[in-house]
C-alpha cells in the first residue's frame, strides 16, 4: 500500500500556548499504535488556542468543541473507528457495540 493511499492525520496546535509537546506526544502515540497503516502524522503550527486534530479531512478532535484535550487513549479509538472499526486496542479499548 502506498503512503498516498494511506490517512494522514494532522494536528494543529497553538504556538503561542505552547501546545508543540502535546502535539508531538499525541503523533507519537498515534505512530507507536498504528505505524505502517498511516501514511503521515503532520504537525501544524497555529494560533488562536487552536488544538484541532483531522483525520483526512474530517475533525475528530477539537479543543473548543470537546473540551479541552483528548487523552491518548480516546484519540486512538476516534482512529480506530475510522481506520479499522474491528481492530482490538488491547487493555484499554472500549468494545464497540
Do not use: N
Amino acid at each position: 500500500m502506498s503512503t498516498s493511499s494511506k490517512p494522514r492525520i494532522s494536528i494543529t496546535y497553538c504556538t503561542l500556548c505552547q501546545w508543540l509537546l502535546r502535539a508531538a506526544w499525541l503523533g507519537q502515540e498515534l505512530l507507536s499504535t498504528y505505524g505502517a497503516d498511516l501514511g503521515e502524522v503532520a504537525l501544524v503550527p497555529g494560533t488562536g488556542g487552536t488544538f484541532i486534530i483531522r483525520y483526512e479531512d474530517e475533525v475528530i478532535w477539537d479543543r473548543t468543541v470537546d473540551g479541552g484535550f483528548p487523552d491518548a487513549k480516546t484519540l486512538k479509538q476516534r482512529v480506530r473507528d475510522r481506520l479499522d472499526p474491528t481492530r482490538d486496542l488491547g487493555h484499554s479499548d472500549v468494545p464497540k457495540e
